[in-house]
C-alpha cells in the first residue's frame, strides 16, 4: 500500500513538470492598459495652446480644439482665433482595438486686436514697429512684470523737432477716410507727445495732434481724417522729441471709422 502512495505521488509530479515545460513565454498574454490624457500651457497673448499628450499605451490620436478644428498629431500647437472657452476632447486607441478619451475646458481671454495695425501691443516684440521711416530701424520696446511696451527716454529734446524721436507702422491709409487711433500712453512726469497718421515720404503730410500724457497709464482717442493724403505705405506716428522724459505706448489701434 505505501509503495502505490509513491507511485501516485511520482506520477502527479511528473504531471506538473510537464505542464511547465509545455507553457512558453509566448502562451502568456499581458495586455496593457489604455489611457488618454493631456496637460496644456496656454500663451494668453497670442491664443496659443501648446498640448502635452500624456496618454499610456496608444498609437493613434484624435484632436477636437472645440471651434471646428482637430488634428492627429502627438502633441499639437494651437492658436485660437477668439477669446472664450473651449472644450478639448482627445480621443485615442491602439492595435488591440480599445478606446478611451479624455476632455479638459480650457479658457482663452480676450485677444488684442490692432485693427489695421499688426502686433499694436508689442506682445510679439517689436516687428512691424520702427524708428522714423526706416525699415530695418527697430523701435525700442522693453517688458515689464509680463507687459510689453515701447518706451524710449528723451534726455535731449528739442522742440522745433520732435519727430527727431519717433514711433511708426507703416500701414495703407485712404484719402478721404476718417481713422480712430488709440492707444495707452504715460510717461514719468507730465508732458506731451504728437500722435497721428501720415506719408513716409514725399511731402510728409499728416494728419496729427498733441496730446498731453501723465505718469499714470491712460487710454487716448483721436479722430483723424486723411484730408489731403493717402498711401499703400503710409504709416501711424507718434513723435516724443518736443519735451524731456519718459514716453511708453502700448495697446495701438487704428480703425476707419
Known amino acids: 500500500m505505501i509503495k502505490t502512495i509513491k507511485c501516485f505521488k511520482a506520477i502527479a509530479v511528473l504531471?506538473?513538470?510537464?505542464?511547465?515545460?509545455?507553457?512558453?513565454?509566448?502562451?502568456?498574454?499581458?495586455?496593457?492598459?489604455?489611457?488618454?490624457?493631456?496637460?496644456?500651457?496656454?500663451?494668453?497673448?497670442?491664443g496659443t495652446v501648446t498640448f502635452i499628450n500624456t496618454s499610456s499605451n496608444a498609437n493613434t490620436y484624435a484632436w477636437d480644439f472645440g471651434d471646428g478644428t482637430s488634428s492627429t498629431v502627438i502633441n499639437p500647437v494651437k492658436t485660437y482665433s477668439a477669446g472664450g472657452s473651449y472644450v478639448v476632447v482627445l480621443q485615442v486607441s491602439n492595435d488591440n482595438a480599445a478606446m478611451a478619451r479624455f476632455e479638459d475646458t480650457i479658457q482663452i481671454d480676450e485677444l488684442f486686436d490692432g485693427g489695421l495695425l499688426?502686433?499694436?501691443?508689442?506682445?510679439?516684440?517689436?516687428?512691424?514697429?520702427?524708428?522714423?521711416?526706416?525699415?530695418?530701424?527697430?523701435?525700442?520696446?522693453?517688458?515689464?512684470?509680463?507687459?510689453?511696451?515701447?518706451?524710449?527716454?528723451?534726455?535731449?529734446?528739442?522742440?522745433?523737432?520732435?519727430?527727431?524721436v519717433n514711433l511708426s507702422q507703416k500701414v495703407?491709409?485712404?484719402?478721404?477716410?476718417?481713422?480712430?487711433?488709440?492707444?495707452?500712453?504715460?510717461?514719468?512726469?507730465?508732458?506731451?507727445?504728437?500722435?497721428?497718421?501720415?506719408?513716409?515720404?514725399?511731402?510728409?503730410?499728416?494728419?496729427?495732434?498733441?496730446?498731453?500724457?501723465?505718469?499714470?497709464?491712460?487710454?487716448?482717442?483721436?479722430?483723424?481724417?486723411?484730408?489731403?493724403?493717402?498711401?499703400?505705405?503710409?504709416?501711424?506716428l507718434f513723435d516724443s522729441n518736443g519735451e524731456a522724459g519718459l514716453v511708453n505706448i502700448d495697446n495701438v489701434t487704428l480703425m476707419v471709422q
Open 15 to 46: 504531471f506538473i513538470s510537464i505542464a511547465f515545460i509545455g507553457c512558453s513565454e509566448d502562451d502568456v498574454v499581458v495586455r496593457q492598459e489604455l489611457s488618454a490624457g493631456f496637460t496644456q500651457t496656454i500663451n494668453q497673448n497670442t
Open 118 to 164: 499688426t502686433n499694436g501691443d508689442f506682445e510679439n516684440g517689436v516687428n512691424p514697429w520702427i524708428q522714423g521711416v526706416d525699415d530695418n530701424n527697430p523701435a525700442p520696446v522693453v517688458t515689464f512684470a509680463g507687459n510689453t511696451y515701447y518706451q524710449v527716454n528723451i534726455t535731449n529734446p528739442n522742440s522745433n523737432q520732435p519727430f527727431l
Open 172 to 236: 495703407e491709409i485712404t484719402q478721404g477716410l476718417t481713422y480712430i487711433l488709440t492707444f495707452d500712453a504715460w510717461s514719468d512726469r507730465n508732458r506731451d507727445i504728437i500722435a497721428g497718421i501720415g506719408l513716409s515720404g514725399g511731402t510728409f503730410a499728416n494728419n496729427s495732434q498733441p496730446v498731453s500724457i501723465t505718469d499714470i497709464q491712460q487710454q487716448y482717442q483721436l479722430s483723424l481724417i486723411a484730408t489731403n493724403f493717402g498711401a499703400m505705405d503710409a504709416r501711424v
